[in-house]
Structure formats: C-alpha cells, structure tokens
C-alpha cells in the first residue's frame, strides 16, 4: 500500500470526523481496509505536522485558521513511492510507475520550474516527458534519478 494514500486517507477522516487518539485513528483507517500498527499511526502523524487539540487530531493550519488544502508532497517523495524505471528516448523521457500512479507523478512534474521540460502526457503507468533535445532529456533523467535516490 501506498504511503501516499495512506496519507491522504488519514486527512480525509480527520476532515470528516474527530479523531481524539492514535489508537481511534488506526480503528478508522482499519474500517476504511487500511490496517496498520499504532508506530506507522504515529509516523504518520509526524510526517504530515498534525496538532493535536482539544478537538482531537488536526493539520497544522487548521488549528489556527480556517480550511487549508493538505499539504502535498514533495517531488522527491512522490518518485521514491511511485518511480520504477527512466529510460531515455530521443528528447523524450519515458517513465514508469506503479499502475495507477503515472498521474501523481505527471502533477508533481508539472509543478516544478524545469527548463528543460517542454510538457509531459501521463497514462495509467507511463509518462512521457518531452525535453527540447536528447541533451536536455539527459540531464531530466538525471535529476529525477537523483531526487529518486534522495
């Protein structure tokens, strides 16, 4: 299973309900087919800056202010999940993912200031980046293996 997903589940049972304990926070997920242990409970909790208020658990910012988007992942942690393979193809780089994640990734891509990315096309488990040349698709291939490798 997905770390991602487990993460985006946990943000949408706390906007949905209250959840006071870890313990009452594992027993919901396990409801939704989750199952985890009370330690990756915990870890996740951390990793995603959840305050725990009077209310039960909360985002950070939704313990201070009004509704906030759930903070997104970065794109190093986005292609350690979901990255299985880069291989050049002319000026194109051609990736692939877990099935169902190629569009994650293609967001994330999207998002970043590269230069030498001219757009990408994601299907189920492929993206295809398009770089100007085959140096540019070079260099691509490289930064996403060394953010991968982060």
């Not at 309900?17 to 087919?33: C, D, F, N, P, W």
């Amino acid at each position: 299973m997905a770390t991602h997903y487990r993460r985006s589940l946990i943000l949408d049972v706390l906007r949905a309900e209250s959840v006071a304990t870890q313990e009452e926070l594992r027993r919901k997920l396990a409801r939704r087919g989750i199952r985890v242990t009370q330690a990756t409970v915990s870890r996740d909790i951390e990793e995603l800056g959840l305050v725990k208020t009077r209310e039960g658990y909360r985002p950070p910012e939704a313990a201070t202010a009004g509704p906030q988007p759930p903070p997104q992942p970065t794109l190093p942690v986005i292609l350690k999940e979901f990255l299985r393979e880069a291989r050049l193809a002319g000026n194109f780089v051609v990736l692939k993912t877990h099935p169902g994640n190629a569009h994650s990734v293609a967001v994330a891509l999207d998002a970043e200031p590269w230069p030498e990315i001219v757009g990408t096309v994601a299907g189920d488990d492929t993206i295809f980046i398009a770089a100007p040349g085959a140096r540019e698709a070079a260099v691509v291939r490289k930064k996403l293996l060394a953010l991968a490798a982060e």
